[in-house]
């Protein structure tokens, strides 16, 4: 019944730019908060940047400044903007309902590639 479904990601070259849309569906998307969470090979999974169901938002130090993080509660629609691409964003990049990571429901992910 919850189904959350990433896209956007892509091959970029550094300096790039990417956006990515999680769309909800089969919860209550507008009373949620949202995240993206990435994760490369040999690292642990990090978080990327939150927006509460109120829109304040929070982000990864290593992405301020780069990424924006927004949604469109009339389209069930959690987006990540990702500007000025380093090869060290490149990993698969997932949506998540909620505030923790041990709680609620992740896509299946989509795979950013930054080339160097």
């Known amino acids: 019944q919850v189904q959350l479904v990433e896209s956007g990601g892509g091959l ?3 300096g790039g730019s990417l956006r990515l ?3 909800a569906s089969g919860i209550i998307f507008s009373i949620h908060a949202m995240g993206w969470y990435r994760q490369a090979p040999g690292k642990q999974r990090e978080l990327v940047a939150h927006i509460l169901s109120g829109g ?3 982000y990864a130090d290593s992405v301020k400044g780069r990424f ?3 949604r469109d509660n ?7 903007q990702m500007n000025s691409l380093k090869y060290e964003d490149t990993a698969v990049y997932y949506c998540h309902t909620g505030l923790w990571e ?3 429901y992740w896509g ?9």
Request: with cysteine; glycine share 6%; proline share 0%.
């Open 21 to 23: 849309s999680c769309a």
């Open 68 to 70: 924006t993080i927004s």
């Open 74 to 80: 009339a389209k069930n629609t959690v987006y990540l």
């Open 102 to 104: 041990t709680t609620g």
């Open 108 to 116: 299946q992910g989509t795979q950013v590639t930054v080339s160097s």
């Open 12 to 14: 970029v070259q550094a």
């Open 56 to 58: 304040n938002t929070n």
